[in-house]
């Protein structure tokens, strides 16, 4: 690290080390910060989508009942402290830098096969500074599957699987079978496991798991009430609350029926279908087919029958094309810009993709001029405007919004 870096400079550069799977590292490095894990007492969530929303709820019902919980999530969307939460704050400069150098002592002179991703670092981090802060008990959500991520070293109260899709497939197997048996990974002997509606092959799968390991499952099917208040739009989101509540339950904690509600009114989670500029800014990070699908569904229920401008990004392993295809019937225009990510697909390419869809596109170089014309428009102060395809394409919005520069988000 040179003499003007910072600690996070130095996290940030590890990066370049990309996706290794395999726990011995891991294991490895906690074990050199002294198992700080072990203290833990862990909330776990898997699957592919909603597993944020479904951790921010539970984090939030927890924290209404007057418990001290942390909450470890990714990616961050402008922040890199948002990925450390405790107490419903982010984890302050002071403490990051502290705990990244403790984690740089215990590495310095370990050879470069044994030098940990830039997850596995992270996730000791959040471990490290949850233990310091004597957290009573912490939610998890997995980074890339279940069985060999970083996080599936904590201790469980209990866990619980969100709906599971084709996610990652060069890492997790090129079936929704293969998937789930990865994200079942986190299943443990006596530990109780909730689990939300699945395809038939899917449940089949995860079944089977939970019987060969002795894991306890519920399956949670009924989405809350819509008599019930919630903090985050969209039906889908009923379904993440009751499997939150669930989660929550399975773990021993017993909820006052005020703090339910307390909890659940009050919980926030950044893009996903947050409203900004007077609610005719809509922020959303659905980046798979699945995601799009409830997006759509949440915008009818919202807004009926009127259109967008639909403000689009998206990664190249994340299938732009369906995603388009899903998203299209939405809008009445569509603003093609990059994302600032090396994974990013060229607006010109997204363009090719759009020419059979119907709806007129326009192509931008940046997504500050898109913005900007959306902006400046007077269609705009009658059209709302939907800006979605990647969870980094919101970070970079809810940035320019602040009026800070553009920079790379983390991975």
């Not at 921010?56 to 939460?85: C, K, N, Q």
């Not at 306890?216 to 989405?223: D, M, S, V």
């Not at 008599?227 to 989660?247: E, F, I, M, P, V």
């Not at 800014?281 to 229920?301: C, K, M």
């Amino acid at each position: 690290m040179s003499p003007d870096s910072s600690p996070l400079d130095w996290l940030k550069a590890t990066q370049s080390r990309g996706i290794r799977p395999g726990l011995e590292r891991m294991e490895r490095l906690l074990a050199a910060l002294g198992n700080p894990e072990k203290s833990l007492r862990c909330l776990h969530v898997a699957g592919t989508n909603g597993k944020g929303s479904v951790s921010a709820f539970a984090e939030s019902l927890l924290r209404a009942s007057g418990h001290r919980v942390g909450l470890y999530t990714s990616p961050h969307l402008v922040d890199f402290s948002e990925r450390i939460r405790i107490d419903g704050v982010n984890a302050g400069a002071e403490e990051l830098g502290e705990g990244i150098r403790r984690i740089q002592e215990a590495t310095e002179g370990w050879i470069t096969a044994d030098q940990p991703t830039f997850f596995e670092l992270v996730t000791a981090l959040a471990f490290d500074l949850f233990n310091r802060a004597g957290c009573e008990v912490v939610v998890l959500e997995t980074g890339l599957g279940g069985r060999l991520d970083a996080t599936n070293l904590a201790p469980k109260l209990a866990c619980a699987i969100t709906p599971i899709a084709l996610d990652h497939t060069e890492w997790l197997g090129a079936t929704l079978p293969e998937i789930a048996r990865e994200k079942a990974g986190i299943f443990r002997l006596g530990i109780p496991t909730v689990i939300a509606s699945q395809e038939a092959d899917v449940a089949a799968a995860l079944a089977i798991v939970a019987e060969e390991l002795g894991t306890p499952i519920q399956w949670i099917t009924e989405p809350l009430p819509r008599t019930t208040a919630l903090g985050l739009a969209g039906s889908h989101q009923r379904h993440n609350a009751a499997l939150a509540l669930a989660l929550v339950s399975a773990a021993g904690f017993e909820l006052r029926e005020e703090s339910v509600a307390r909890g659940l009114v009050s919980v926030t989670w950044p893009g996903r279908f947050q409203r900004l500029l007077g609610g005719k800014l809509i922020l959303d990070g659905a980046h798979n087919v699945h995601a799009a699908r409830q997006l759509v569904a949440t915008w009818r229920e919202e807004f009926g029958g009127q259109r967008c401008r639909l403000i689009f990004g998206a990664l190249a392993d994340k299938d732009p094309a369906a995603l388009l295809a899903e998203l299209a019937p939405l809008a009445e225009e569509i603003l093609l810009v990059p994302v600032a990510s090396e994974r990013g697909v060229d607006p010109g390419l997204l363009a090719e993709l759009a020419a059979f869809l119907g709806v007129p596109t326009r192509v931008y170089g940046t997504l500050g001029q898109a913005m900007a014309t959306v902006e400046s428009s007077d269609v705009a102060r009658q059209t709302p405007v939907l800006l979605t395809g990647s969870l980094f394409l919101v970070g970079e919005a809810l940035v320019l919004l602040s009026g800070d520069d553009v920079t790379l988000r983390s991975q």
